[in-house]
Structure formats: structure tokens, C-alpha cells
């Protein structure tokens, strides 16, 4: 019984509490292999807007309260296919790796990006 007696303890540290992000910065990240090789490089940092994205690449934006994954209509088989993959592998190289991660696709989610980019 040891188990419910640890879930109604009270001096147990939160652990959502202890990943919080340092820093609070808006990252955009590209996924592209417009070079032949798939490469994944931060594009930019603090303000993003919809103008910073490009519909032949796919984006990962970290807005340190979720992950979103846009892709962009004309990107290739190879980085649709992978990027869900890098938002994953680049969150759980974070300090906040429990984050939600969605998925928009240009076109059919624009009001739900520019939303998720004003907040």
C-alpha cells in the first residue's frame, strides 16, 4: 500500500514545476532538404509570424507551451515523413520535453498557426 500512500502525499515536488523552461524565447526551427540531405537548423528566435514560414519547408515552432509542426504544401515526401520525428528528438532535448506537440498543415489549419503564434 505503499503506492496510495505516495499519492496523497503532500511534500512531493511537482515535477511539471522543475521543467519549466529557462528560457522563454520563441524558437522557429526548419526542416528541410532542399540541399539533398535532410538538415534541421534554427531559422530564428523571439517574434515569429506566418511570413517566417515557407511552404516548401516544414517548421517547428517552440513556443515553451507546446510544439507545433507546420508543414508546408510543397515540402518534400521525406520531410513530411520525418517531421514528427525532429519534434520529438529536438524536445526531449530540451528542459521542457513534456510538451504537447500538434500538427498543422498549411491550408487547412492557418487560423489555428496564427493563433498559436500570437499567443
Not at 26 to 42: C, E, N, Y
Not at 46 to 60: C, H, R, Y
Not at 64 to 72: P, Q, S, T
Request: hydrophobic share 40%.
Amino acid at each position: 500500500h505503499e503506492f496510495y500512500h505516495a499519492l496523497t502525499e503532500d511534500d512531493v515536488p511537482d515535477e511539471a514545476e522543475n521543467m519549466k523552461p529557462k528560457d522563454t524565447n520563441i524558437q522557429l526551427f526548419r526542416l528541410s532538404d532542399a540541399s539533398g540531405q535532410l538538415t534541421f537548423k534554427v531559422e530564428k528566435s523571439g517574434a515569429v509570424s506566418t511570413s517566417d514560414l515557407d511552404s516548401k519547408d516544414v517548421f517547428i515552432v517552440d513556443t515553451k507551451k507546446a510544439i507545433i509542426v507546420w508543414i508546408g504544401q510543397e515540402t518534400s515526401m521525406a520531410e513530411r515523413k520525418n517531421a514528427m520525428a525532429y519534434a520529438h528528438k529536438y524536445l526531449q532535448s530540451t528542459d521542457h520535453p513534456l510538451l504537447s506537440v500538434a500538427c498543422l498543415a498549411e491550408g487547412k489549419h492557418d487560423k489555428q498557426i496564427r493563433l498559436a503564434l500570437s499567443a
